[in-house]
């Protein structure tokens, strides 16, 4: 069958399972814009290129398949580095793909030309062209497969725009089996006698690839075995957060109980990730005990510091590996104090109250009624600084796959994850916190949410300021504030110049039924929240300070 090579691209996703495409339109890859035509792949038409990423990035994230974004050339490709940059901090799963520029035009610095190896080669898993139209589809089930296998991460590929409108009679490739590892019998035998003799072990689970059952079996074996789960910086949904055995997050905003838990402990065992600055105290705390690393990564990139095993396995097959070992056997002579130690410093921490600020809405008892009226399997999604942080703090999470931020610490990416979220899960709330500086720069994708018939809740917390940075100048630089000041809008307004549900709330007594309201609307809303300008999170020593001073005991 002759077709297109853009049509052979259209027809190789929706030959691996891709449901949806998150696009900004270019003249570049108009072929495989036709080929979408009549395909049964959703075309998400977005407003900015960065958001079309961060779209794909959450599908990633929720689905486990690698979300794909379309974007056009050079201004198309700069705006969407920030979702690839993020993909790759965060090790998710994700497919760019960037119309280029003619072959027989390159080099000559044609209009938005630009070098896709030179901008992508450093932060990319893979950087792709389709140079050859019979090899379209091949290339396409390359970067499926890339992006998926080892250490998930961002695969981009190029479509120059000659090529897609030559024709073919290539079959379109079957996607590629991705491998999965199984631990050696002699080394899960050292691992289990290193858990056993541990006295004081803690388990961190983090990164993507906690699907189905995979969080909860982890817990309830730790819960037998008397190891406390903690779980790193946004990767809280990995278990239920009401296991016994969990002990919270690690990183920005966490409780100082846990981060000097982690110059107490015999034994690390990471299950998902690594030892990295940001769960380490900035590359200070926990180098010390004896530690075990379960990573898809033989390289263990993001991992630094002592490795007395390594295993080369995503969550599930280590968690299986585990269960073979069993609960009695990991316990030894452990008993179960220091689990449960763990766990009531974080039922103390996570609960939330009243914090008493001179004027606005207090944000402790806000999100301790978005807690009580949000349903138990919403989806969370964040944006970056310290407005997150009480939703880290308060909106605990059951599900797995129920949350979305950016471990790198991209601005702008709670918006588009929420739309992307209530599209992948049109049945579940969906609730994105931002502060005001992180919800302007992609809040214009809520009217991609209004378009596609999606029903995000965005919080938007607002002090008229870059808050996070303004926490660094006072520490920094006392008194001497400056080029933080932000001029807002009323974003209850905004939202509802989109058609969607909107409320500005000045006081705390307008929380509960601004989120009713938002609740009952059953369509995109936004509840915009005005604070005190200098309200910061409570409770925490290192609410925004990579040093994360305090955490020594």
Request: charged share 20%; net charge negative.
């Given at each position: 069958?002759?077709?297109?090579?853009?049509?052979?691209?259209?027809?190789?996703?929706?030959?691996?399972?891709?449901?949806?495409?998150?696009?900004?339109?270019?003249?570049?890859?108009?072929?495989?814009?036709?080929?979408?035509?009549?395909?049964?792949?959703?075309?998400?038409?977005?407003?900015?290129?960065?958001?079309?990423?961060?779209?794909?990035?959450?599908?990633?994230?929720?689905?486990?398949?690698?979300?794909?974004?379309?974007?056009?050339?050079?201004?198309?490709?700069?705006?969407?580095?920030?979702?690839?940059?993020?993909?790759?901090?965060?090790?998710?799963?994700?497919?760019?793909?960037?119309?280029?520029?003619?072959?027989?035009?390159?080099?000559?610095?044609?209009?938005?030309?630009?070098?896709?190896?030179?901008?992508?080669?450093?932060?990319?898993?893979?950087?792709?062209?389709?140079?050859?139209?019979?090899?379209?589809?091949?290339?396409?089930?390359?970067?499926?497969?890339?992006?998926?296998?080892?250490?998930?991460?961002?695969?981009?590929?190029?479509?120059?725009?000659?090529?897609?409108?030559?024709?073919?009679?290539?079959?379109?490739?079957?996607?590629?089996?991705?491998?999965?590892?199984?631990?050696?019998?002699?080394?899960?035998?050292?691992?289990?006698?290193?858990?056993?003799?541990?006295?004081?072990?803690?388990?961190?689970?983090?990164?993507?690839?906690?699907?189905?059952?995979?969080?909860?079996?982890?817990?309830?074996?730790?819960?037998?075995?008397?190891?406390?789960?903690?779980?790193?910086?946004?990767?809280?949904?990995?278990?239920?957060?009401?296991?016994?055995?969990?002990?919270?997050?690690?990183?920005?905003?966490?409780?100082?109980?846990?981060?000097?838990?982690?110059?107490?402990?015999?034994?690390?065992?990471?299950?998902?990730?690594?030892?990295?600055?940001?769960?380490?105290?900035?590359?200070?705390?926990?180098?010390?005990?004896?530690?075990?690393?379960?990573?898809?990564?033989?390289?263990?990139?993001?991992?630094?510091?002592?490795?007395?095993?390594?295993?080369?396995?995503?969550?599930?097959?280590?968690?299986?590996?585990?269960?073979?070992?069993?609960?009695?056997?990991?316990?030894?002579?452990?008993?179960?104090?220091?689990?449960?130690?763990?766990?009531?410093?974080?039922?103390?921490?996570?609960?939330?109250?009243?914090?008493?600020?001179?004027?606005?809405?207090?944000?402790?008892?806000?999100?301790?009624?978005?807690?009580?009226?949000?349903?138990?399997?919403?989806?969370?999604?964040?944006?970056?600084?310290?407005?997150?942080?009480?939703?880290?703090?308060?909106?605990?999470?059951?599900?797995?796959?129920?949350?979305?931020?950016?471990?790198?610490?991209?601005?702008?990416?709670?918006?588009?994850?929420?739309?992307?979220?209530?599209?992948?899960?049109?049945?579940?709330?969906?609730?994105?916190?931002?502060?005001?500086?992180?919800?302007?720069?992609?809040g214009q994708e809520?009217?991609?949410?209004?378009?596609?018939?999606?029903?995000?809740?965005?919080?938007?917390?607002?002090?008229?300021?870059?808050?996070?940075?303004?926490?660094?100048?006072?520490?920094?630089?006392?008194?001497?504030?400056?080029?933080?000041?932000?001029?807002?809008?009323?974003?209850?307004?905004?939202?509802?110049?989109?058609g969607g549900f909107?409320?500005?709330?000045?006081?705390?007594?307008?929380?509960?039924?601004?989120?009713?309201?938002?609740?009952a609307s059953r369509?995109?809303?936004?509840?915009?929240?005005?604070?005190?300008?200098?309200?910061?999170?409570?409770?925490?020593?290192?609410?925004?300070?990579?040093?994360?001073?305090?955490?020594?005991?």
């Amino acid at each position: 069958m002759s077709r297109s090579a853009g049509h052979l691209i259209v027809d190789t996703l929706a030959e691996h399972g891709v449901e949806r495409v998150y696009v900004v339109p270019g003249e570049s890859y108009l072929d495989v814009l036709d080929g979408l035509h009549d395909a049964a792949i959703r075309t998400v038409v977005c407003r900015q290129e960065g958001g079309a990423g961060f779209m794909a990035l959450a599908e990633g994230r929720l689905t486990g398949r690698p979300g794909v974004a379309m974007v056009t050339r050079g201004p198309g490709a700069a705006n969407a580095m920030i979702a690839v940059h993020t993909a790759w901090q965060d090790a998710t799963a994700m497919v760019l793909m960037v119309g280029l520029i003619p072959h027989r035009d390159r080099g000559q610095e044609s209009f938005q030309e630009f070098s896709l190896d030179g901008w992508f080669g450093t932060t990319a898993k893979g950087v792709l062209t389709v140079e050859v139209a019979d090899r379209a589809g091949e290339v396409i089930a390359q970067a499926m497969h890339l992006a998926a296998s080892g250490r998930p991460g961002p695969v981009v590929v190029g479509l120059p725009e000659d090529i897609l409108v030559q024709l073919t009679e290539a079959p379109t490739p079957a996607p590629r089996p991705v491998a999965r590892p199984s631990v050696d019998a002699d080394q899960l035998e050292r691992i289990g006698q290193l858990i056993a003799g541990a006295r004081r072990p803690l388990l961190i689970a983090g990164g993507d690839g906690w699907h189905g059952s995979t969080g909860a079996d982890l817990a309830t074996l730790a819960e037998a075995a008397g190891i406390p789960v903690a779980a790193d910086w946004r990767a809280y949904d990995a278990v239920p957060n009401s296991s016994p055995a969990y002990a919270g997050w690690l990183g920005y905003g966490r409780a100082d109980t846990l981060a000097s838990r982690l110059f107490e402990a015999d034994l690390l065992l990471f299950v998902g990730c690594g030892r990295s600055d940001v769960l380490s105290e900035g590359y200070t705390a926990g180098f010390e005990p004896t530690t075990v690393v379960a990573m898809p990564d033989p390289q263990a990139l993001m991992h630094h510091g002592r490795i007395d095993e390594l295993v080369v396995a995503g969550p599930a097959t280590a968690v299986d590996a585990l269960f073979r070992l069993g609960a009695d056997r990991l316990r030894g002579e452990r008993g179960e104090e220091w689990m449960r130690l763990l766990a009531a410093d974080q039922r103390r921490f996570s609960q939330p109250g009243p914090e008493h600020p001179p004027e606005g809405v207090d944000l402790g008892v806000a999100f301790g009624v978005l807690a009580e009226l949000l349903p138990a399997d919403r989806v969370c999604t964040y944006g970056a600084g310290n407005a997150t942080l009480w939703g880290h703090r308060h909106l605990v999470h059951e599900a797995p796959n129920s949350l979305v931020g950016p471990r790198n610490g991209a601005m702008g990416l709670a918006v588009p994850a929420a739309v992307a979220a209530s599209l992948v899960h049109p049945d579940r709330t969906v609730v994105a916190v931002c502060g005001d500086g992180d919800f302007l720069m992609n809040g214009q994708e809520l009217s991609v949410a209004i378009a596609e018939g999606a029903a995000p809740i965005v919080v938007v917390v607002d002090n008229g300021r870059y808050g996070t940075i303004v926490t660094h100048q006072q520490r920094e630089y006392p008194g001497r504030v400056s080029g933080t000041d932000l001029a807002n809008p009323d974003f209850g307004a905004f939202m509802r110049s989109f058609g969607g549900f909107g409320e500005r709330v000045e006081t705390t007594d307008g929380v509960r039924g601004a989120v009713e309201r938002a609740l009952a609307s059953r369509t995109a809303a936004l509840i915009h929240l005005v604070v005190d300008r200098e309200t910061v999170p409570a409770g925490t020593a290192n609410a925004v300070d990579a040093e994360f001073a305090g955490a020594r005991p």
